[in-house]
Each structure stands twice: as C-alpha cells, then as structure tokens.
C-alpha cells in the first residue's frame, strides 16, 4: 500500500537500482523500487535492449535486456514492491507518525521510507540531435539515436556517426546483420574502450576520422547520406538506408536539484564512501553519484557495487547496532 512505511526504497529500476534491491533484501529490508518508465531497466531498456555488454562479472558477454531479465529474476527471492510510470517530483522530511520518515510524492501519490536510494542514472535525457539538412525529416525513417530492435537493420546499408562506446559497440554488433557498415567521426581520438577499438580496427568496417554528416536525402526513407571531411572541405556522397547518430545525451537532474542535496556538478550529487548524501539517510549510487576524493566512473559494475555499499549502510542508519559488513552471501541461509 502507498501509505505504508519502507525500510529502503529506491528511485530508478535501472541495473544498479535492481541489484540494490536485491542486496536490501539480503539484509532483510523492505524494499520499494519506484521508476518513471512503464517497465525495468532503465537505459538498457530504452536506449539499447539488444546491445551486448561484455564488462559484467562472470558474463562473457550479455545482451542488456537479458541481463534486465536476469536481474529481474535474483529479485524474486525476496519481492521487492515495483511501481512503474510514477516520477518522483518533490521529497520532504515528514515527522507527523511515530517516527520520522522520508516522504516522496509522485504523480499518483505519497511513499514513505525510512532510507532511501536515488539510482536514476543519468536522470532525465534527451539524445543529442544533429541539426544537418535532412535529419529530423527522416527521423524513425532511417534517420535512428537509439537501437531497440535491431531486425530492422538486417541486410541495410549502415553509417554510424559518433566516437563512443555505443557507436564502436554497435559497429561491431551489427557488422554479421548488417550488410555494409561505415563508421565516422569528427575527431582522431575516441573515446572508447581500447579493446573495442582494436577489434573494431581489426575488422573491415571502414573508419573515417575527421569526417562528419553534412546532409540526408531520400525519398520514402533515407537514400544518401553527404559527408565533409572537415579539415580538407573533402565531400563524399554515401548510398545508405540507415543513419544511426550515436552523439551522447543531454542529461538533467530535474526536479532533483530542488532537494536540498549537495551537488557534485550538474550531472552528480556528491556522496561520501557509504554512498551516503548530506542528507541524512539518503544515498545515491551509479552514474547519478559522484563520490568525494574520486571521479563518476560510469560503469554498470561500478554501480552494482555502489548500491551494495548503500544497502549494507541503510541498515546501520536504521539500526546503528547493526553491522555494516553482514558477513559474505555464501554463508548466508537464503
């Protein structure tokens, strides 16, 4: 029920927020997830469900909405409570009952919790859009940011555009599916991991540095794709059907910042070593978390972590007699 009081509730059911809730119930604690989206997972299941991850512990590589489903199921074992579609917009101390409590109102009502966990990724996003001739006319017309099926770049023409992890990461993905992929960017450097940028070099996509899209033409859908290099003025006139434009996100805390949570910058709130903000039993952890003495590494193990050390630091705020270290899984009686 709405009314009733948690132990640990969470804020974000993407990666991080979902192992949070797994390791809040290997403490024994009663655990609400609440996400904004209609359904798990967060970014992996917005921006890249069919996107392979190769960095997660004892998976040699894990398509993301697997490793959503995978979450989903080590959860079962202690029934967290889920609330999808509700967005958290204002939080306040509420002393009214018996004891102090944190009050989240939503778009559909109040949740109280003793601690609680803002795991909301990067917060609200948006993909950065490219403002070139033809572009937002052909947008869900062969003109993509984001990959969530990839049936229908079978046997399509590919210009990826970006230097990131998630276009070197779908070069490679869809280099056996696609029939012809080329990639370019508009800087020498990338910024990528260097074991994915070795295999994608090792591989015959083409990769063309300083280059970037000029315009889009096409009739039903896109057709051509018209590339400068921009240190020559060099044009190209590319035959495609598929432009995917992996730019980034443009991030915002929301309503966030108005919580009276100290912030790292306008993308983190600061956390000290327990994950803990200056908010007395509020913690945050994953890529919303920058902790102090570190830099945000934005990792999805990074944050499996980070959430375990919130877990295990909610239970001694709520019991200050309890152990912060609860002893290893292995000898737990599950």
Known sequence: MIDEIY?????????????GAFYAGLRSLKTKVIE?????????????????????????????????K????????FDPLYVYNE?????????????????LETNAGIHRTRTLLISAGIGAFAPNKLDKPGVAGFEGRGINYFVQDRRPFRHRRILIVGGGDTAIDWCLNLRDWADEITLIHRRHEFRAHESSLAELRESEIPMLTHWELASVEGTEGVERAHIVENKTGEERTLDVDV???????????????????ELADKRHLRVNGFMETNRPGIFAAGDIAAVEGSEPL??????????????????RHINPESNLFPGHSSDLRL
């Open 7 to 19: 132990d640990f509730t969470i804020i974000g059911a993407g990666p991080t927020g979902l192992f």
């Open 36 to 68: 904004a989206l209609p359904e798990p997972g967060g970014q992996l299941a917005v921006l890249y469900p069919e996107k392979m991850i190769y960095d997660v512990p004892g998976h040699p590589h894990v398509m993301a909405r697997d490793l959503v």
């Open 70 to 77: 995978l979450l989903m199921e080590q959860n079962e074992r």
């Open 87 to 103: 967005a958290v917009e204002s939080l306040e101390r509420d002393e009214s009952g018996d004891e102090p409590v944190w009050a």
């Open 243 to 261: 432009i995917l434009l992996s730019l980034g996100f443009k991030a915002s805390l929301g309503p966030l910042v108005q919580w009276g949570l």
């Open 298 to 315: 934005s990792l999805i193990v990074t944050g499996f972590g980070q959430a375990a050390i919130a877990a295990n630091a909610a239970v």
